[in-house]
């Protein structure tokens, strides 16, 4: 089973709508949660952290972290184009040496249609 | 904010070749890291390193080496270039291994080998 998990889409949403990418995990003990924003060609942004149960709101963007059911989702309201790319979830495990190992999620294609 | 800086965004080389991909950033991080980004397989894992001098496999090592002499420069070998090593390769750092923090993004080079 991977450690990260999501539907690669592709996901399709009209402009103004509300996209919501979805990312299952699968260690128990995971404490920080990441989506990274990946343009095609280009290198991963961080856009959101997640640390917490609950709900993290930036912007357009709302990160929700639910550590009972190991699933982390990014909502984005008011579609726009610009937000067209690939999301990719990461999630921190901590190994039996203390550091924290970074997996990544596939990423999910999101087109934003006009 | 964090800079990761990669020296070459494209590159281009011949089979047989010995290739350095080069990355500094300039945020005293003690980790860092190099992934290689192929379609439908994600991000996956070469090398890190956790500190000067220091080196650990990843997933995906074979064909390749680092070296990290200086605490900001992580530097990628290919000891002898082959078609399979075309990819896009990312570095990224982060601030240490116990940290909850995120890693961040070089703008990655896409290697192409002939």
């Known amino acids: 089973q991977k450690e990260v998990e999501q539907n690669s889409g592709p996901l399709s949403v009209p402009e103004g709508a509300i996209a919501s990418l979805n990312c299952t995990y699968s260690d128990r003990v995971s404490q920080s949660f990441f989506w990274y924003r990946q343009y095609s060609g280009k290198s991963p942004e961080l856009i959101m952290s997640i640390y917490s149960n609950g709900d993290k709101e930036d912007g357009r963007f709302t990160a929700q972290l639910n550590k009972a059911s190991q699933y982390v989702s990014l909502l984005i309201r008011d579609s726009q184009p610009s937000d067209s790319a690939t999301y990719l979830c990461a999630v921190n495990v901590l190994d039996q040496t203390g550091a924290n190992n970074l997996f990544f999620g596939t990423g999910t294609r999101l087109t934003v249609i006009p | 904010d964090v800079k990761v800086t990669q020296s070459s965004r494209y590159l281009v080389k011949r089979t047989g070749e010995k290739v350095f991909l080069e990355c500094v950033q300039d945020?005293?991080?003690?980790?860092m890291f190099w992934y290689r980004q192929d379609p439908g397989l994600g991000l996956r894992l070469i090398y890190f390193?956790?500190?000067?001098?220091?080196?650990e496999k990843g997933d995906i090592p074979e064909g390749y080496s680092v070296s990290r002499e200086k605490k900001e420069r992580f530097s990628l070998i290919l000891e002898s270039a082959s078609t399979n090593q075309t990819s896009m390769y990312l570095c990224?750092?982060?601030?240490?291994?116990?940290?909850?923090?995120?890693?961040?993004f070089g703008d990655g080079t896409r290697l192409s080998i002939l």
């Open positions: 945020m005293d991080h003690e980790n």
């Open positions: 390193s956790y500190d000067v001098k220091m080196k």
């Open positions: 990224a750092s982060r601030l240490d291994r116990t940290s909850n923090q995120p890693q961040h």
